[in-house]
């Protein structure tokens, strides 16, 4: 087993690394943790205002890890990490943050959808923002989000559900951004899971091209993007749900483009 494998079969193994903030504006059960462990493989061509230009495929092999918890009905707090190994990243560490919510409605206990607001904050270090791949803006990455969604068909089980989720950010340097993700779901025998989702990104630097020698994250660039996401989750009774998802980018301005995403993950709930 190669070296990358070796340390990615240890990392998804370790309750302390954790990855991927929560964005959906239900939470789970008071004082029952949710750990998400994942992979996923990215490849592009091409680079939108990229100069030079990629010579040859950019890959990425990204571990994701999150673990979410619930102290109270109204709050969530969440973490994550993520290592990489890509074209122009050997494996290594990539970032870290955390997140802090509020739920202020909540259509499960009869409000008319359910809200939520938060805050977050990512820590990426300098080496990490030299790979074109990686989304962060800056060191630190400062955000404010909401989130509201509507659970259709509801009994004991949600039938359908639609959310929305959008952010505000601001890095330690350069210019804001905002971000937006919008999602329908089904729910079939509470098994199988099937979401569609597009997500989007513009930032508002000042720059338009990407010069990918000498890149150090997006902070100062004015850069767009636009994935559009199919996952399936299938639940292994009390084991969790495992998922598989797919995303295709279908537009970029100032960013990798056409890039094609494969992911699989883990989500495990436990409680002490």
């Known amino acids: 087993m190669s070296r990358f494998w070796t340390i990615a079969f240890v990392c ?8 991927t903030l929560e964005v959906q504006p239900w939470f789970g059960d008071v004082y029952e943790f949710h750990l998400l462990s994942g992979y996923s493989y990215g490849r592009f061509r091409k680079v939108q205002g990229g100069i030079p230009q990629l010579s040859r495929p950019f890959q990425s092999n990204v571990i994701y890890q999150g673990l979410d918890l619930s102290s109270s009905p109204e709050w969530s707090l969440d973490m994550d990490v993520q290592f990489a190994s890509t074209t ?6 990539r970032t870290t943050a955390i997140q802090a919510r509020y739920l202020w409605l909540d259509d499960i206990i009869g409000d008319r959808v359910s809200f939520s607001t938060g805050a977050s904050i990512r820590f990426t270090p300098t080496y990490a923002l030299h790979d074109i791949s990686c989304p962060s803006r800056a060191n630190a990455d400062f955000e404010l989000n909401f ?4 659970e259709l068909e509801a009994t004991e089980t949600w039938l359908w559900r639609l959310w929305a989720y959008g952010a505000v ?23 199988h899971k099937f979401a569609l989702y597009a997500s989007g990104t513009n930032g508002y ?3 338009t091209h990407v010069y990918i020698d000498r890149f150090n994250g997006y902070s100062k660039i004015r850069n767009k993007s636009i994935d559009l996401s199919f996952r399936y989750g299938h639940r292994v009774g009390v084991w969790g749900t495992m998922r598989l998802e797919y995303t295709r980018r279908v537009l970029a301005k100032a960013s990798p483009a056409r890039v094609n995403t494969f992911m699989f ?8």
Not at 147 to 150: H, L, Q, R
Request: with cysteine.
């Open 12 to 19: 998804c193994s370790l309750l302390s690394d954790v990855f």
């Open 88 to 93: 122009q990243m050997p494996f290594n560490f």
């Open 147 to 150: 989130s509201f969604g509507k």
């Open 169 to 191: 950010g601001q890095a330690n340097k350069g210019s804001p951004w905002v971000s937006a993700i919008a999602a329908i779901e089904t729910n079939i025998s509470d098994i």
């Open 205 to 207: 630097g000042r720059h």
């Open 265 to 272: 993950s883990y989500l495990l709930p436990f409680s002490f």
